[in-house]
């Protein structure tokens, strides 16, 4: 199953509700009401937990943001300012361009921090 582009921030809300970097369900079959919505990918655990809705795949971290802050790009990556994929509390996420991430992520020697790049100081 792929990944889908975010839902908008109303139909997640609908759904979902946040509490301490998770979201919880409030709609939907009703065995799911008030559970932990999302899982890990066992096979690549060092993404973020994703969330199954209407049938398509979603990262949590970017349900979360959307669901503080409206819509996201396709071309944006929503990333966890520790580096740890499974912290997804609204004050760990930041988005940045797929361009900085890929420097970021695939260029360990590039000198770029995640830090300096969200206070601007390439």
Same mark, same amino acid.
Request: net charge positive; hydrophobic share 35%; glycine share 6%.
């Given at each position: 199953?792929?990944? !889908?582009?975010?839902?908008?921030?109303?139909?997640?809300?609908?759904?979902? #509700? /946040?509490?301490?970097?998770?979201? /919880?369900?409030?709609? !939907?079959?009703?065995?799911?009401?008030?559970?932990?919505?999302?899982?890990?990918?066992?096979?690549?655990?060092?993404?973020?937990?994703?969330?199954?809705?209407?049938?398509?795949? /979603?990262?949590?971290?970017? %349900?979360?943001?959307?669901? =503080?802050?409206?819509?996201?790009?396709?071309?944006?990556?929503?990333?966890?300012?520790? #580096?740890?994929?499974? &912290?997804? +509390?609204? +004050? &760990?996420?930041? #988005?940045?361009?797929? +361009?900085?991430? /890929?420097?970021?992520?695939?260029?360990? =020697?590039? &000198?770029?921090?995640?830090?300096? %790049?969200?206070? !601007?100081?390439?």
């Amino acid at each position: 199953m792929e990944i !889908g582009t975010c839902p908008t921030q109303r139909e997640i809300k609908d759904m979902l #509700k /946040y509490v301490n970097g998770n979201l /919880y369900w409030i709609k !939907g079959r009703r065995d799911l009401i008030n559970s932990k919505a999302g899982c890990f990918d066992k096979l690549n655990p060092h993404k973020p937990p994703r969330v199954q809705i209407k049938g398509k795949l /979603y990262y949590l971290n970017r %349900l979360i943001w959307v669901y =503080f802050n409206g819509s996201i790009l396709d071309t944006e990556v929503i990333c966890c300012i520790d #580096k740890n994929p499974h &912290n997804c +509390e609204i +004050e &760990n996420l930041a #988005k940045i361009s797929e +361009e900085d991430w /890929y420097h970021i992520a695939k260029n360990p =020697f590039h &000198n770029i921090s995640l830090h300096k %790049l969200l206070k !601007g100081e390439q």
